[in-house]
């Protein structure tokens, strides 16, 4: 039989676990940019600029980003009207439809984009250290598995 107070225990754990690595990784990631000279308004805006520099032979339009970064439709729209008065990124018309605009990244946001992913890289290292290669498969097996039943959780909830 399943004692589920012990099973509730640890799921306890593993998500605290998982909340407590995740602030310790933003806050260094975010010194390490600071560092790097990256300015601390435009360092929020790092996910956005690592998704178009990953995409670039892509044309990325808005809802991509809303999908990538699971934010809704006016947060996005938000960012970046932000991220083009900054230089970050511009907006392209597409022919034959006036409304859609390719979200393309400009040369400083690829700079930028190149100090972030410096930064994540110094922590990264620091996170494997003592940690075996088979001890990272598993542990990126398991994450994902995490992340599934966490967005298998997000459909259930918005079909609730």
């Known amino acids: 039989m399943i004692n589920m107070e012990v099973v509730m225990n640890k799921q306890h754990q593993i998500g605290r676990e998982i909340l407590q690595i995740t602030y310790r990784c933003k806050r260094l990631v975010f010194a390490k940019q600071l560092a790097a000279g990256v300015d601390k308004d435009i360092v929020m805006n790092g996910r956005i600029l690592g998704f178009l520099a990953a995409n670039a ?3 990325i339009y808005q809802k991509d980003i809303e999908q990538e970064t699971s934010l809704t439709k006016s947060s996005v729209s938000n960012l970046l009207t ?6 970050l990124i511009r907006r392209q018309s597409v022919s034959g439809d006036a409304r859609l605009k390719k979200i393309v990244l ?7 984009n190149e100090k972030n992913l410096k930064a994540i890289e110094m922590v990264d290292l620091n996170f494997i250290r003592g940690i075996t290669a ?10 994902k598995k995490i992340n599934c039943n966490m967005k298998e959780m997000e459909e259930e909830t918005r079909h609730d």
Do not use: A, P
Request: aromatic residues 0%; hydrophobic residues 25%.
């Open 57 to 59: 032979e892509k044309d």
């Open 82 to 87: 932000k991220m083009e008065q900054k230089g």
């Open 106 to 112: 400009t040369d400083l946001g690829g700079q930028i």
């Open 134 to 143: 088979e001890e990272q498969n598993e542990l990126l097996r398991i994450l």
